[in-house]
């Protein structure tokens, strides 16, 4: 899948968020990027499909809003075309990726999203 149609599949996920849960949607942007580095301390192995950056809604104080920087949701494209064996594989796991990172701006942790069948 080319970089074009995997971005395409990404915005496509984001048009499947309902409209209720968009709007709650608070300073927040989605990026595309090749691959994770995993950072320094971490296992040189990780791979993440993706990636939340930020404070979550459920931890925002009044404090927050001056200045803050956008929380970012990175979706990385080469272990996600890894682990899919076919391009209706690839939107499937774009799809997923997209709603587990949403998630997480949330405040839901990775347990629980395992629990809901979107880990």
Same mark, same amino acid.
């Given at each position: 899948?080319?970089? &074009?149609?995997? $971005?395409?599949? /990404? +915005?496509?996920? !984001?048009? !499947?968020?309902?409209?209720? /849960?968009?709007?709650?949607? &608070?300073?927040? +942007? /989605?990026?595309?990027?090749?691959?994770?580095t995993p950072r320094p301390g971490e &296992?040189? &192995?990780? =791979?993440?499909?993706? !990636?939340?950056?930020? /404070?979550?809604?459920? $931890? %925002?104080?009044?404090?927050?809003?001056?200045?803050?920087?956008?929380?970012?949701?990175?979706?990385? %494209?080469?272990?996600?075309? $890894?682990?899919? +064996?076919?391009?209706?594989? =690839?939107?499937?796991?774009? +799809?997923?990726t997209v709603v587990h990172e949403i998630?997480?701006?949330?405040?839901?942790?990775?347990?629980? !999203?395992?629990?809901?069948?979107?880990?």
């Amino acid at each position: 899948m080319s970089a &074009d149609e995997f $971005e395409e599949a /990404v +915005a496509d996920a !984001l048009q !499947l968020i309902p409209e209720k /849960v968009a709007q709650a949607m &608070d300073n927040v +942007a /989605v990026f595309i990027e090749e691959d994770y580095t995993p950072r320094p301390g971490e &296992d040189p &192995d990780t =791979v993440l499909l993706g !990636l939340y950056e930020g /404070v979550p809604l459920t $931890e %925002r104080d009044s404090w927050w809003d001056a200045g803050s920087l956008p929380d970012r949701i990175t979706i990385f %494209r080469q272990p996600i075309l $890894e682990i899919c +064996a076919s391009r209706e594989d =690839v939107i499937d796991e774009v +799809a997923i990726t997209v709603v587990h990172e949403i998630a997480h701006h949330f405040g839901i942790d990775d347990h629980r !999203l395992h629990d809901l069948g979107w880990g």
